[in-house]
């Protein structure tokens, strides 16, 4: 039976081969078809009525005729029909949904692989453009928050807001005021527009509501048709209510929410809708239903953009807002007409239309990801501006741009999402009155009439009361360098809402706060170079949160400070009278400024800020300067090489070329070894007289040492009866290696006994006194070894616990140099960038780290006994294959990746409503390059 069905109903579509298998199986089971033969008749019976009316409608009604017999085989009949087109229906419209999700899906994907496409393409040309104006950096990074994420684990994370794409506090509360199906609390909408020429109908398909639907696909827009270019004077108010006029360009449309109740608000989205940018020329609000007058919003600046805008503003209560936008582009369009059409006054009127069904019918406003090109306009704009700059600053020759091929693809992809909607309708339009009518003659010319075309509308509006967390962090990913960085930069792109208060029209309570980390818990505070003082013109901080301690009412500043005093100290945005505080400029490699509280401005409840200059130190880091190598735990250990009989490291090994680069005082030995040249000889005659700082063997410190010493003569040992040198005014010992030379830091040391500890010397007191920088450092073990050698002599004092000084201890002293917290002196004078063993024997290094040309290998089988290697970078290439042969590989790294903290703050004591909006980082490195 199964069989003999599907042979006879399959030439028909699967929906009616679907109903007809039901309703025969349906029969069966209630008993009316019991047969084999009974189940073929019906079949055939069913399939011959669907046959004569393929891909139509079956249902052919039996009506009941008046006063008689009621049949009951019509009636079956004409309910098995209704059964079969309705199963029919349903089946196809669930075939269609199952299409249209599957499309959907595929359609999602492409647009997510073309998005990122495009943003990377977005992204290299700014990089690339960047890399040019900035020549003096070898690398940069963008973060922008198109495709950035947040990687922080730290709790709360600050968010990328999905629809303005900017970085900021997270949102704990959030209270939409003008959602349309709030029962009690509702919102009306409706506009107002201003220009000369004809407005289409686009509300009928479009309403208003559609900009507050909470769907990107639906929007609210209008079409203006214009005899030429409108241009006019638009009213606005300011703050305090006074009226002035600005002169706009295009047509100008008013919308309006006019709320049931008064509503608190702090935060307003807009994205408009249009084939060019749209200018937002206003957003304002009424405090009640009887004011007068529309008070804009404080955050809001003027802006043309076809992207998210967002306004976050301190808490107002509103009755209604309004949100005036404008449209400066527009579409000259010429129509040829016969000459008596002109005349007809219904004529553009029929093409406004045509043009409004063209803009519902496209696709270019309802796909997803043209509304995602559309809203990168913003990028690509400061893109094509960046590259201006670039050709116009630099002699690049455009016929040689290998970076940039990829330009012209965003120009070609993103210009299509700009083509002309052309009015094709338009020509049916013309045909059809070009026809002769009564009013038209034969002899009828066509004349060329221009008119100008508008469209701008909204998308999507969000009016909304948000609160944040007070606190928000951010961590960018693991940026890798190609080689150890010895130098960072950074620029931010952020805004904050601005304050007026009885001190200042710029006050800010909100702030940011950024670090660089560079692996390992080596973190370092910074401050974006571009954000500088309004007066000054030098990298300064705004309304900075300082913590004071409640015992001493001391705080200090996050970053250096380029002046000891700063611009301003606030209390809850107050400005605090000098007279009140105290300020010092703190010494070391971050010169931070010391404030103390002096007077009653002192509150442990208040929230404290301080605006001041940032020292050099702080925005552009010196790597180098900062941090110091480090040695690997343990060695990193290969039992293989590769193809090129190399072996890649996990980090950059550190190169320290202030050793390489001091001429004069490091010499290079065949291998790529160097060794310190001393012109003087060291000094060890007579003893020492010092107090040394004592350790146990665990680690604590038993004794606090001096940082004086003096030479004295001689008691026992070698230098019995000796006297010692002179050192202040002694010829022999140069007074000049106190300091730096080819800034490389130079000075004396001295170690005492056979220590392998060396103590920097500050200075040269008098002919037999020294002072230290810090004090000599021993242990007790090495007081009592050292007291055996002359009892009574050496030391003076106890021994267990160690407590005392050395009266006549055997010394040396000498120049040396003092570089990433290595001292190269007296016995330690050869500085070995890396260390490599093969099979237990150490390789040769004949890296030439001056040149980079690297000489060429002078063996090259794997039975030769000698191992040479070059280093490039992460990667070490042998001479010969060592697969098999166990390489050791030790060395000091300092970079291990960058990474982006950031910290946002809302810097007030209760309802955080205002949140820092972060629109880009960008991150300029310098590395040793290796």
């Known amino acids: ?43 055939l019976a069913l399939y011959n009525r669907v046959k004569s009316k393929l891909n139509n409608i079956l249902l052919n009604p039996k009506y009941a005729v008046k006063d008689a017999k009621i049949s009951s085989a019509d009636i079956n009949s004409n ?93 704990f509360y959030t209270n939409r005021t003008h959602i349309l199906n709030r029962t009690t609390r509702n919102t009306k909408i409706y506009t107002k527009t201003y220009s000369q020429g004809l407005k289409g109908d686009l509300a009928a398909s479009f309403p208003v509501e559609n900009m507050v639907d909470q769907k990107s696909n639906t929007f609210w827009g209008t079409i203006i048709l214009s005899d030429a270019p409108v241009s006019q004077v638009y009213s606005k108010n300011t703050s305090t209510g006074d009226e002035y006029q600005i002169a706009v360009d295009g047509p100008v449309v008013e919308i309006y929410f006019k709320f049931s109740h008064t509503e608190k608000i702090n935060n307003i989205k807009i994205l408009p809708f249009s084939e060019f940018p749209v200018k937002i020329i206003d957003v304002a609000y009424k405090a009640t239903t009887s004011s007068q007058i529309h008070i804009p919003v404080s955050d809001f600046e003027e802006t043309s953009t076809l992207d998210w805008v967002e306004l976050n503003f301190p808490p107002v209560l509103a009755s209604e807002v309004k949100i005036t936008i404008a449209q400066e582009n527009y579409k000259k369009i010429a129509y040829l007409l016969p000459k008596s059409a002109v005349v007809n006054t219904d004529l553009f009127q029929r093409i406004l239309k045509l043009k409004a069904s063209k803009v519902i019918g496209t696709s270019i406003f309802d796909s997803d990801f043209s509304l995602y090109l559309l809203s990168t306009i913003s990028s690509y704009e400061s893109a094509v501006d960046s590259l201006e700059k670039l050709l116009t600053d630099y002699p690049v020759d455009s016929t040689i741009q290998p970076n940039l091929e990829y330009y012209d693809d965003i120009v070609d992809l993103i210009s299509k999402t700009y083509a002309e ?46 609160l944040y967390y007070p606190t928000s962090y951010y961590e960018s990913e693991e940026f890798l360098p190609n080689a150890t960085v010895s130098e960072i930069q950074l620029e931010v792109d952020e805004r904050h809402s601005l304050l007026t208060t009885s001190w200042q029209n710029d006050y800010k309570k909100t702030s940011t706060e950024w670090d660089i980390d560079l692996g390992a818990g080596r973190k370092i505070p910074i401050h974006p170079i571009n954000i500088v003082d309004n007066v000054d013109e030098i990298p300064a901080v705004t309304d900075e949160l300082i913590n004071f301690n409640i015992n001493t009412h001391k705080a200090y500043t996050r970053l250096g400070g380029y002046y000891s005093v700063p611009y301003r100290v606030k209390k809850n945005g107050e400005v605090i009278p000098p007279t009140e505080y105290s300020t010092v400029r703190t010494t070391g490699s971050v010169p931070k400024i010391e404030i103390t509280m002096t007077g009653d401005y002192f509150d442990v409840n208040s929230i404290y800020t301080i605006d001041y200059a940032v020292d050099p130190s702080s925005y552009n880091i010196d790597i180098l300067s900062k941090f110091t190598s480090e040695q690997l735990i343990s060695p990193e250990i290969f039992t293989e090489v590769g193809s090129d009989k190399e072996v890649i490291l996990s980090k950059f090994p550190f190169i320290n070329y202030s050793v390489i680069n001091l001429t004069g005082y490091f010499q290079k030995e065949d291998e790529s070894v160097w060794t310190f040249i001393k012109d003087q000889d060291d000094v060890y005659s007579g003893q ?29 040992g070698d230098q019995s009866g000796i006297s010692p040198v002179t050192l202040s005014g002694n010829a022999d010992l140069s007074l000049s290696y106190f300091g730096d030379i080819n800034g490389v830091q130079f000075s004396y040391f001295l170690k005492i006994m056979d220590s392998n500890t060396y103590a920097e010397v500050e200075s040269f007191f008098d002919g037999d006194t020294l002072i230290l920088k810090d004090p000599i450092e021993v242990t007790q073990d090495q007081c009592q070894r050292w007291d055996s050698l002359a009892s009574g002599e050496v030391f003076s004092g106890t021994l267990s616990p160690a407590s005392g000084y050395f009266t006549n201890a055997n010394y040396t002293l000498g120049v040396g140099v003092k570089t990433d917290g290595q001292i190269y002196a007296l016995s330690n004078v050869k500085y070995n960038p890396m260390t490599v063993y093969v099979a237990g024997k150490e390789a040769k290094n004949i890296t030439d780290y001056v040149t980079l040309v690297h000489p060429a290998f002078s063996v090259g089988s794997n039975k030769d006994s000698d191992v040479e290697y070059i280093h490039a970078g992460k990667t070490l290439y042998f001479n010969q294959d060592l697969t098999g042969k166990e390489i050791r590989v030790y060395y000091n790294w300092l970079t291990e990746y960058v990474k982006i903290l950031g910290t946002l703050r809302f810097n007030g004591q209760v309802n955080p409503n205002l949140t820092p909006k972060v629109n880009e980082i960008r991150l300029f490195l310098n590395n040793l390059i290796i």
Do not use: C
């Open 79 to 171: 309910l098995e029909e209704i059964y079969l087109d309705l199963n029919s229906l349903y089946s196809t419209i669930a075939s269609f949904s199952g299409i249209e999700k599957s499309q959907n899906v595929v359609l999602d994907g492409e647009y997510q692989k073309s998005r990122a496409v495009i943003e990377k393409l977005i992204n290299d040309v700014k990089v690339y453009s960047l890399k040019k104006r900035h020549p003096e950096f070898n690398e940069v990074k963008l973060v922008d928050f198109n495709s950035s994420t947040n990687t922080t684990s730290k709790i709360p994370s600050a968010v990328v807001n999905p629809e303005t794409r900017l970085l900021q506090l997270y949102p």
């Open 421 to 466: 909607l052309s009015p094709t309708e338009v020509k049916d339009v013309t045909n059809r009155l070009s026809s002769r009518e009564v009013n038209q003659q034969p002899s009828d010319a066509l004349i060329n009439l221009f008119k100008y075309e508008y469209l701008l509308g909204l998308r999507e509006v969000e009016i909304n009361y948000q």
């Open 688 to 716: 020492l007289s010092i107090v040394p700082s004592i350790y146990d063997s665990a680690g604590n410190l038993l004794q606090t040492g001096s940082i004086t010493g003096s030479l004295v003569t001689g008691s026992w």
């Open 1 to 43: 039976m199964a069989n003999f069905l599907d042979k006879i109903i399959s030439v028909l579509p699967d929906s009616q081969k679907a109903a007809i298998k039901s309703l025969i199986a349906t029969k069966v089971a209630i008993g009316e078809l019991s047969s084999i033969r009974a189940r073929q008749q019906e079949s």
